[in-house]
């Protein structure tokens, strides 16, 4: 049987439980998904010649980075030729690219030092999502940047944040495509604090102060994301996940951001999407796989996965949610890795979309238990493998082969960056 075969059989079958897989591959192909820019170089950026710093981490030493925006981009070409689906570009502002040996710390930073990553995305037809970077900088004094007691460290951020309200709104404006601006820093303590509120209130109003910068809000979206802990700050984050909802419940404007490895390992975030969609109009979501704690795993097609996919659809979400990935891992081959992980969430969306939730919800409803049980279990053996390959045919990429694209890839290109050093 040819694969168009396997897929018109498997079409068959979903239609008979009231699915139309036709409907939900082209409705996919049209959900922008953020790839992130750091997958590609360990969270390194092109700014500073330091390490990682503050309070995140990646590890693993495998060979063939990339080094230069040049590098990174062809990395990145290499990956939207491999994933399905509609992407944006999730940048940080630490990936500015300064020409001709000019330089600008993070509060000069201007709208021109992204013009190269502008052009990469308009000519693939990309939106961008923007981050400023709060972290990997010496600046951060005593591992505080918005919150700090110091008038000098935290207007210096406050600058940053500034500046990349100013730089969203360019890239919006370029694009045509509204910028996501998510705000996280590592601000907290390794040993128990002695003052938890003082802080929470200099983040609170460093916040404002940023978010007063003009912009319009049709254009650009802040979101505050929240954290558990940190490497090295185990003991107070400022940042939590209370702080990080009353800010946005109290800011009109101003988006909740959940990454799911910053949770306590019991704490689902598929549960806290529909909760969250009952007041926010809109929510942003990092999307990543927590091995422990926030370990950043590569995102797979597991359980938890699937089922923040299947909420974001059965609450009828996709256009309220904004959805990135935000993982590294730099022990295994990187390409591989941003596939993987941009596939496994495409993945957990069709899966989602080729369930009958009408039909489950009327179940749970009517308190048939035991319908709902049978029907969700024989959900999972339905041939969703065939409509996978579909859609990757539909993308123009294909369900398999691409491995040994990134083999090639990696034979031709990222072993050689190794051998020069
Ligand atoms: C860190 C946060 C944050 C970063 C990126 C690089 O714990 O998840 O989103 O991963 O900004
Ligand atoms: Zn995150």
């Given at each position: 049987m040819t694969g168009t075969e396997r897929y018109a059989e498997a079409r068959e079958r979903y239609a008979k439980i009231g699915v139309d897989t036709d409907a939900a591959i082209e409705k996919l192909k049209e959900i922008p998904v953020s790839l992130h820019c750091w997958q590609g170089d360990d969270?390194?950026?092109?700014?500073?010649?330091?390490p990682l710093t503050g309070g995140i981490q990646t590890t693993g030493d495998y060979?063939?980075?990339?080094?230069t925006p040049k590098e990174l981009m062809a990395d990145i070409d290499k990956v939207l030729a491999l994933a399905p689906g509609k992407k944006k570009l999730n940048l940080h502002a630490s990936y500015a690219i300064f020409e001709d040996g000019e330089f600008a710390d993070r509060d000069k930073l201007e709208p021109k030092h992204f013009k190269k990553w502008v052009e990469f995305a308009k000519e693939r037809n990309m939106g961008l999502d923007f981050n400023p970077t709060f972290f990997s900088h010496d600046k951060v004094k005593d591992g505080l940047t918005?919150?700090?007691?110091d008038e000098e460290t935290r207007r210096f951020w406050i600058g940053h944040g500034k500046a990349c309200i100013r730089i969203s709104e360019y890239f919006a404006k370029e694009t045509g495509v509204p910028c996501v601006m998510n705000i996280w820093t590592g601000d907290g303590a390794k040993d128990i604090p002695a003052d938890r509120l003082g802080p929470r209130v200099r983040y609170r109003e460093a916040i404002e102060e940023i978010l007063?910068?003009?912009?319009d809000p049709a254009l650009v979206k802040p979101c505050v994301e929240s954290k558990v802990f940190g490497i090295g700050v185990e003991s107070y984050t400022v940042g939590s996940a209370e702080f990080a909802l009353s800010f946005a419940a109290a800011h009109e404007g101003c988006l909740p951001l959940m990454d799911n490895g910053h949770y306590h390992p019991t704490e689902v975030v598929s549960d806290k999407i529909p909760a969250l969609l009952a007041f926010f109009p809109e929510i942003a979501l990092h999307i990543t796989r927590p091995v422990r704690?926030?370990?950043?795993?590569v995102v797979l097609y597991d359980d938890e996965t699937r089922e923040m996919a299947k909420e974001i659809v059965r609450c009828d979400a996709l256009e309220r949610v904004d959805m990135a990935l935000d993982y590294f891992d730099a022990g295994i081959n990187r390409i591989s890795a941003w596939v993987v992980g941009f596939r496994s969430w495409q993945k957990a969306l069709l899966a989602a979309l080729c369930t009958p939730h009408a039909e489950l919800k009327k179940l749970q409803d009517a308190a048939d238990w035991t319908a709902l049980m049978v029907r969700q279990e024989e959900q999972k053996m339905m041939p969703f493998c065939d409509v996978w390959a579909e859609y990757c045919r539909r993308c123009?990429?294909?369900?398999?082969g691409w491995f040994e694209e990134v083999k090639r890839y990696e034979a031709q290109v990222l072993a050689k960056r190794t051998q020069e050093g």
């Open positions: 969270v390194m950026g092109f700014d500073h010649d330091g060979p063939g980075k990339a080094r918005l919150s700090s007691p007063a910068e003009p912009h704690w926030d370990s950043d795993h123009g990429t294909s369900e398999d």
